[in-house]
C-alpha cells in the first residue's frame, strides 16, 4: 500500500513536471518548425500571428523523397515547438531532429488517427480526409494551448472557427460526391495517395506507384495495370502535383482514359496556385473530382 502509494506520488510530480515543461520560456517569442506545406498551413491558422512558423518542405515539393538543407538544421535547431505527420511519411525527419542537437518538443499530429492500409502498408496521407483534418487541428491546438498558456483562448477560439470550416467543407464533399454513379468512381492517380480521401467518401483511386515516391513502378505492374484498365475501365486519370505527369501520359495514351486534371496530394501549390491553403487544395480537389467524373454520359 505504502509502495502503490509512492508510485502513485511519483506518477504525479512526473506529468506536473511535463506539463510545466511543454510551456515555451518565452510566449512572446515562439518558434514553430512544420515538417511540410498542408500541416504548416494548418499550424498558421491556429496560432496565428501569434509565433513564427517554419515550413520545412515547401509547396509543390515531395515529402516522401526529401533532402534537407543546411537551413533546416538551422531552423530545427532554433525551435521551440515542432510538428510532424508521422505515419512513416517523413522518412528524413528523426535523423534532421536528432543531428539538429535541438531542444524543441516533437509533436505527431496524426496521434488519433484511424490508419488506412494500402497493399499492406500504412498510408500517410491521412490529411485527405477531412475528418482527420479535425484531428491534425485538435492536436496541433491542444499542443499550442499547453506551450502558451497566456494565449490559450486566441489559439482555442482561432483552432474552433477552423474546424467549423472543415466539417462544414466535409458536409460539402459527402453531399456532392455522393451523387456520383456507381461507374463514375474509379479514378487513377500517380501514386497512391488517396486511400483515405477513397474511404471517407466512396471512390476508389488506382496508381501504378505505392504510397511513397520512392520506387518506381515495374514494367510488369505498369502492364498488368493497363490491362485492368482497358478490361475495366476508370472515369479519369489525374496529375499530381508534386510528381511527373509522363508516366500518368503514358498510361492514357495506351488506354484513351482522358486525363481529368492535377489533383494537388503532398504539398501546396506555389503563391498564386490554386491550393495556397489546406482548405483551398481540398476544394481544387473536390471540384477537380467532380469536373471530371460528374455530368458526363457514362460510357
Ligand atoms: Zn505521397
Do not use: C
Request: charge should be negative; charged fraction near 20%.
Amino acid at each position: 500500500m505504502t509502495l502503490m502509494k509512492s508510485l502513485y506520488a511519483g506518477v504525479a510530480s512526473a506529468s506536473f513536471a511535463l506539463v510545466a515543461f511543454s510551456a515555451v520560456a518565452d510566449e512572446d517569442d515562439v518558434k514553430i518548425v512544420a515538417s511540410f506545406s498542408i500541416l504548416g498551413d494548418m499550424v498558421e491558422e491556429v496560432v496565428g500571428d501569434l509565433a513564427e512558423v517554419t515550413t520545412i518542405v515547401g509547396p509543390d515539393a515531395d515529402a516522401h523523397v526529401y533532402q534537407p538543407s543546411v537551413a533546416d538544421a538551422k531552423a530545427v535547431a532554433q525551435a521551440d515547438i515542432i510538428f510532424v505527420n508521422g505515419l512513416g511519411f517523413e522518412t528524413w525527419s528523426d535523423t534532421l531532429i536528432a543531428e539538429s542537437g535541438t531542444e524543441a518538443t516533437v509533436h505527431i499530429a496524426t496521434d488519433g488517427v484511424t490508419p488506412v492500409e494500402v497493399e499492406g502498408e500504412i498510408d500517410p496521407h491521412a490529411w485527405n480526409s477531412l475528418s482527420n483534418g479535425v484531428i491534425y487541428v485538435t492536436n496541433v491546438s491542444e499542443t499550442l494551448q499547453s506551450a502558451m498558456p497566456a494565449h490559450a483562448d486566441q489559439i482555442a477560439a482561432n483552432a474552433d472557427t477552423y474546424i467549423a470550416e472543415l466539417k462544414a467543407l466535409d458536409a460539402e464533399t459527402k453531399a456532392k460526391l455522393a451523387g456520383l454513379p456507381a461507374n463514375r468512381r474509379t479514378v487513377v492517380t500517380a501514386h497512391d495517395a488517396f486511400g483515405y480521401l477513397a474511404d471517407a467518401y466512396g471512390l476508389t483511386f488506382l496508381a501504378p506507384v505505392g504510397i511513397d515516391t520512392e520506387a518506381e513502378p515495374s514494367a510488369k505492374d505498369l502492364a498488368i495495370l493497363i490491362d485492368q484498365l482497358k478490361a475495366e475501365g476508370a472515369a479519369a486519370l489525374f496529375v499530381e502535383n508534386i510528381a511527373s505527369p509522363a508516366l500518368v501520359q503514358q498510361i492514357s495514351d495506351e488506354t484513351g482514359i482522358e486525363i481529368g486534371g492535377r489533383l494537388y496530394s503532398d504539398a501546396l501549390s506555389e503563391r498564386g496556385g490554386p491550393a495556397t491553403s489546406y482548405l483551398a487544395m481540398f476544394q481544387h480537389n473536390l471540384s477537380t473530382l467532380l469536373n471530371a467524373l460528374d455530368n458526363q454520359t457514362a460510357s
